[in-house]
């Protein structure tokens, strides 16, 4: 059990242009250095404030109960699920990507009886399909991806929510990679319940998960028949800690919700429309040079998104050995494809911080320099 | 939804005293500052095999199945019932405090039929109680809080995961307040499976939770009957994402990783029993100290943990007063009682790099300054 002595890290310096995490501002990762306060003090229960207030501006809702779940994307979706979700319910999900089947997944595992509403990866999941699998059916909850991390499609809400709420259910939508990115619009467009991550386009270090539930929603996990099945994740005990009542439940990570504080201030410092038109201005630049490279993005044509390109490999390109190049020769991250698109895509993130144009024309340019070795 | 703008976050100045966070070392709070890396990357892969190899160390064990689950103690905790209990399975659960009663909670929330062994708050877990509970009885699991953050009382294990084994059982213990801080040895006492936290006596903020599995216990875990209930903390998906496949699971906190990383080396750098015999002579220290102000520790004498002190609240003191004082004019943050112990108890931390002889000093002046301005 005698263990070599190990030496403090000092992580290599990286441009990171992949599914996430994205880049963190200086002053973001400054924050986390701070010294600690107590999870029960008065000045951290003030920054929760500040953080719920922040949350609620970004996802655009009046939502009382929207705050940082303590763990990272996937803890938020189950708290989603966990919450809303008793044995024998029906819920409609639409699957069109890793996210989407893994919503199912996490459904199935709280007992409901999954309606599956498939769409090919990188297609989005239509309007119309939800209305057939709704047709004759009382679901309790409709769940879609919003933004899909896996292949770069970007579904579109309004329609969709309006269909669910039509059929009596509730509403759940995954934008763990379109908060801030590109418009969400909780309230307008009648979410009842969401999740989202930090590392995408928040721009925060990963280790927390925005969430918020719509009044209608709450009422659905306060009137449970079974408790919920996550003690930890369970809003009926979540609400009173993050609520006026400031019941001891769980330590929140106080340095990560100091990241995420500074995070949100920057994002709102910038002011969501700017923020988006630069996401959308920097995905065109990108989609410009691969075009000139030629090169093309992989998700359908109309609904990319433009913080998450897949990229088509071209016939004859090692996949893996391009971005290994990419990640020893010039400290590029970019990510790999995922299911069906491993080894076919490249993914490549303009997230947060990471969207600028020079890191567009970085990637672009070594991106170039690879391929025309790879043709020489 | 317009908000005022939020100013930038600075902590105030506190010493941390209370049942955790402690105080984090200068090097771990600078660790979280550093850029950050994507969680497949090599660079991030190979920390991740370092903190490996010092929790092993930390907890005294050669399970491979040790690592830092992606949230806080009680998501650790989770993860240890949801992976080890099936609905339906007994379980025999130690209840002398609020984690014992948790363990309760969660463990029937996964379906569990509990057996409660209860001792007044305050109290150990005796071994001749776990007897009796698995007399005539073959539950798959017992599982006793080490030390009780809640009370201070330190429950000796070895006699009772004996007991545990002989009766078939698996043996689960909460560490979160013991590890690193007082002896925890999973191997020679003979532990399956394990939990902690990091914002105690590894002075790393909190965000992360260790936790080990024997290969027994891990048998248990991938040969269930059901799926687990957590698809976040199954450990059926966590061993492919950390083991050698890195298979994408979630997106583990990186920065927090980095912090875990940094006071995990400090801890194997100052060594295990230098540690421990800190400890034990921070709290004499505390407890004459106490006595000299004619106050003393509430918890079992011959079981009074060394780093975390319940003292007794003398009789028409207000207790949430001078606590108040203690945070508002000393900047010092200590700990109130729990459930049965509200008001009538103050729990001093002294964990991890808040265990100094100055701190003890200093938290004694201050309570005695206070003490007698009120007999005053």
């Known amino acids: 059990m005698s263990l070599r002595p190990i030496a403090a890290f000092t992580p290599p310096s990286r441009l990171l242009l992949g599914p996430g995490p994205s880049m963190a501002a200086p002053s973001v990762l400054e924050a986390m250095s701070r010294p600690l306060l107590g999870h029960l003090d008065p000045a951290f229960v003030e920054i929760m404030e500040e953080i719920k207030d922040m949350l609620r501006a970004v996802f655009r809702t009046e939502n009382r109960m929207t705050f940082p779940v303590s763990g990272t994307g996937s803890a938020s979706m189950e708290f989603c699920f966990d919450n809303l979700v008793e044995p024998g319910d029906e819920v409609v999900i639409g699957v069109n990507g890793v996210f989407g089947g893994r919503m199912a997944e996490v459904a199935s595992r709280c007992g409901a009886h999954v309606i599956r509403v498939e769409a090919p990866w990188g297609h989005i999941i239509e309007p119309a399909q939800i209305a057939a699998a709704l047709d004759g059916r009382r679901p309790k909850l409709v769940a879609v991806v919003h933004a899909e991390t896996s292949t770069g499609a970007l579904t579109p809400i309004p329609e969709i929510a309006r269909l669910a709420r039509e059929a009596g259910a509730l509403m759940l939508i995954d934008t763990v990679t ?18 989202s991550g930090t590392q995408k386009c928040l721009s925060c270090p990963p280790g927390l998960a925005p969430v918020s539930l719509s009044d209608r929603a709450l009422a659905v996990a306060t009137s449970r028949t079974h408790k919920v099945q ?33 995070a949100l201030r920057l994002v709102l410092e910038e002011g969501l429309e ?103």
Chains 1, 2 share one sequence.
Request: proline share 3%; hydrophobic share 45%; net charge negative.
């Open 178 to 195: 379109s908060l801030a990115g590109c418009p969400v619009e909780l309230d307008e467009w009648g979410i009842d319940a969401v999740y």
């Open 230 to 262: 996550s003690w930890y994740l369970d809003v009926n005990l979540l609400a009173s800690y993050w609520g006026a009542e400031r019941v001891y439940h769980h330590t929140a990570p106080v340095s990560m919700n100091y990241a995420l504080h500074e």
């Open 274 to 376: 700017a923020r988006f038109a630069r996401h959308e201005r920097n995905h065109h630049r990108l989609r410009a040079g691969l075009a000139e490279l030629g090169l093309e993005i992989a998700s359908q044509p109309g609904h990319q998104l433009w913080q998450l390109n897949s990229v088509t490999v071209p016939d004859g390109v090692d996949e893996a050995a391009v971005r290994g190049r990419l990640l020893r020769d010039f400290g590029i991250e970019i990510g790999a494809g995922l299911g069906p698109l491993r080894g076919k895509v490249w993914r490549i993130g303009l997230m947060g911080e990471s969207s600028t144009a020079d890191n567009v024309d970085i990637v672009l340019n070594a991106l170039g320099q690879i391929l025309s070795e790879n043709a020489a």
